[in-house]
């Protein structure tokens, strides 16, 4: 069965520019996560999809990042426009069941550099 | 959300039984403990989780005191292989997970 992935692996913008990271989770889970972790900081919750609709964006850090999931199956991140700060790695992550410490299955990250 | 602490790092050799002990001690009734392994460039992965007293599978052992203030994550015989980050998390009433700053794990030949 094949895990989560993420696409791209890598991407190096310029401040100001867009970016959009997709990530497709195992299938038949309903639950996905993002997280991200910044430069020197700890892995940060951004938000949780249940099937297409968001349950919980709290961890958004501003108006600039729009995440969506359109159809339930995979999702993208966007960032517009990206900002020095913005520079990271975007962990995706995906779990069948929707109970509170649920095994959550990551991908293996984007990492976004931002110039 | 309870907060976890655990050493930033820690060193073995192979072979070794190695420990990692996490504190938290604003635990609530309804919170799991949970451990995640990451490898450089890998997302974290599951190894172990559980409520009170021991658990144990293919990959750890996970002991609870009674009191659940703190938890310790224990890997037999450690290999190469076993370098990695390791966190330990708590919680129990959201999906979210919470991750510290986690215990970077070496081990040498």
């Known amino acids: 069965e094949a895990g989560v992935t993420q696409f791209p692996s890598h991407s190096v913008i310029e401040k100001g520019q867009t970016v959009t990271l997709r990530c497709d989770p195992i299938?038949?889970?309903?639950?996905l996560y993002w997280y991200r972790r910044v430069m020197g900081k700890e892995i940060k919750f951004l938000l949780h999809?249940?099937?297409?609709?968001?349950?919980?964006e709290s961890g958004m850090p501003n108006n600039r990042f729009l995440a969506e999931r359109t159809g339930g199956t995979y999702s993208t991140l966007k960032v517009q426009p990206a900002e020095l700060e913005d520079s990271g790695v975007y962990f995706c992550?995906?779990?069948?069941?929707?109970?509170?410490?649920?095994?959550?299955?990551f991908g293996p990250g984007t990492r976004l550099t931002v110039l | 959300l309870a907060k976890t602490t655990q050493p930033i790092s820690m060193d073995s050799y192979e072979g070794q039984e190695v420990n990692i002990t996490c504190s938290h001690n604003?635990?609530?009734?309804?919170?799991?403990i949970t451990w995640y392994q990451q490898f450089p460039s890998q997302g974290p992965r599951f190894i172990i989780q559980?409520?009170?007293t021991k658990v144990t599978n293919e990959v750890a052992s996970l002991f609870i005191p009674a009191d659940r203030k703190s938890s310790t994550l224990s890997l037999p015989r450690v290999s190469l292989s076993d370098t990695a980050v390791y966190y330990c998390?708590?919680?129990?009433?959201?999906?979210?997970?919470?991750f510290g700053t986690g215990t970077r794990l070496q081990v040498f030949p």
């Open positions: 299938s038949g889970h309903d639950n």
């Open positions: 992550a995906s779990s069948q069941e929707r109970l509170a410490g649920d095994e959550q299955f």
């Open positions: 559980g409520y009170k």
């Open positions: 998390l708590v919680g129990g009433d959201t999906d979210k997970l919470i």
């Open positions: 999809f249940v099937k297409e609709s968001k349950q919980d």
């Open positions: 604003n635990i609530a009734t309804n919170d799991y």
